[in-house]
């Protein structure tokens, strides 16, 4: 049977029970048996091998409690990012690398069917009245959805996806974003705790990297996480207290912002707080909270590199209260320790760019003490492939009170 034959089969039996049968009260496995059974009766006579029956009894099940073609793509643990720009665009992205899809949706309805089948496994809703939705799936994927008028390509929906292992120090220094050397610095920063800032634009692993140094922060503390969308996977915590951000609901009710649970943390007697991403004013209530006892907590942020991470800092602030610059500058400088910046290159890798320690020197003074960075080899280097590594600078770390707080006399 033809790729085109089976498409038009599916359809056929897809339509049929839509027509004919009260999906509300049929139960997931009567359904598959019903597929099957219509499957066996309009094949009887053809020769069609098993595995084509099976695949033809799967896109009919998913088309109708699935989420029709995206349930293979979401299934391969390879793909990292699907993008549905519409019913006739779908993009995905791994190793990454983005790549167009063959794929297509039937039509626009038939996306929209999908998206709103996604929308309400999180009872939320998606409409021309409220546009705009960020949800996850069962898995824990992040989905954004944003659908006309807003949308002129029609549909967007747009789903993350992360590994079901958590990301270590290990895999990044097998990935060539550290060295062995620079995890153990870093293992000595978090246990010592200091505060840090993972910084960089979109993409360039971020999440992926405060995961990572969360797992080195000792297993008898406790800890609170602060997330859009829950994707941090720490292990071996057991007194640990993860939160997630509410929209509002259709009438504009009923949101908890990040800067809410911030404050709402702080009455949970915390000894480290994780934010997954400061983007606005919440920025305030996490650098107070860094300064009122909460050392050895972290956080990211969009950010070209560190310096423009404490400028984006200060902007943040500003956005929830009017306090002098030099002020702003006092309290970045008292609460942040250390800011990681990474970067996606032009090969698609993900490298740690910088190390910086943020040094104050009063009246709204900072400086930073840049203690390891990239160092690209030239003479090795192509359009299509970067080769380098991250070297110290020769710098000696300024601020070391906390390494010697918690016994580290070594130099650093």
């Given at each position: ?61 998913s088309s109708l409690r699935g989420f029709g073609l995206l349930d293979s793509i979401i299934k391969d643990e390879s793909i990292t990012e699907v993008m549905v720009n519409g019913p006739d665009n779908i993009f995905i992205e ?281 160092v690209e080899d030239t003479e090795l280097s192509t359009a299509d492939k970067v080769v380098g590594s991250l070297k110290r600078t020769g710098n000696k770390m300024i601020q070391t009170h906390k390494l010697e707080l918690y ?6």
């Amino acid at each position: 049977m033809t790729f085109e034959k089976e498409q038009e089969l599916v359809v056929q039996i897809r339509n049929f029970i839509s027509e004919n049968i009260d999906l509300t009260h049929t139960s997931d496995e009567a359904l598959e048996l019903k597929i099957k059974e219509l499957t066996e009766e309009r094949l009887r006579g053809e020769y069609v091998s098993i595995e084509q029956t099976i695949s033809i009894n799967e896109q009919v099940y998913s088309s109708l409690r699935g989420f029709g073609l995206l349930d293979s793509i979401i299934k391969d643990e390879s793909i990292t990012e699907v993008m549905v720009n519409g019913p006739d665009n779908i993009f995905i992205e791994r190793s990454g690398r983005l790549t167009k899809l063959e794929k297509k949706f039937e039509s626009e309805k038939k996306l929209e069917d999908v998206i709103q089948r996604i929308v309400a496994l999180s009872g939320r809703e998606v409409n021309q009245a409220s546009p705009i939705c960020d949800t996850r799936l069962p898995d824990g994927s992040r989905v954004n959805v944003v659908i006309p008028p807003i949308s002129l390509s029609g549909p967007i929906l747009t789903i993350r996806r992360f590994s079901k292992t958590p990301m270590t120090i290990e895999k990044l220094i097998q990935y060539g974003s550290i060295t062995e050397e620079i995890a153990e610095k870093l293992r000595l920063l978090v246990e010592a705790k200091y505060n840090i800032f993972v910084c960089g634009g979109t993409g360039s692993g971020k999440t992926t990297f405060l995961n990572a140094l969360s797992n080195y922060i000792p297993k008898d503390e406790r800890i609170i996480t602060i997330e859009d969308s829950a994707e941090l996977q720490i292990t071996g915590v057991d007194n640990i207290v993860r939160m997630e951000t509410r929209n509002a609901n259709a009438s504009g009710a009923g949101e908890i912002s990040i800067r809410d649970l911030i404050k709402s943390s702080l009455r949970m007697r915390p000894e480290r707080i994780i934010v997954g991403e400061v983007r606005g004013a919440e920025a305030l209530d996490m650098l107070q909270a860094m300064n009122t006892g909460h050392d050895g907590s972290l956080s990211t942020g969009h950010a070209n590199s560190a310096e423009d991470m404490i400028s984006r800092l200060c902007t943040m602030v500003i956005q929830g209260a009017e306090i002098p610059i030099e002020a702003i500058r006092d309290q970045i400088g008292s609460a942040v320790d250390i800011i990681i910046h990474l970067s996606r290159l032009r090969d698609k890798s993900r490298k740690t760019m910088e190390i910086s320690e943020i040094i104050a020197h009063g009246s709204g003074k900072l400086s930073l003490n840049k203690l390891y960075e990239f160092v690209e080899d030239t003479e090795l280097s192509t359009a299509d492939k970067v080769v380098g590594s991250l070297k110290r600078t020769g710098n000696k770390m300024i601020q070391t009170h906390k390494l010697e707080l918690y016994g580290y006399r070594g130099e650093f």
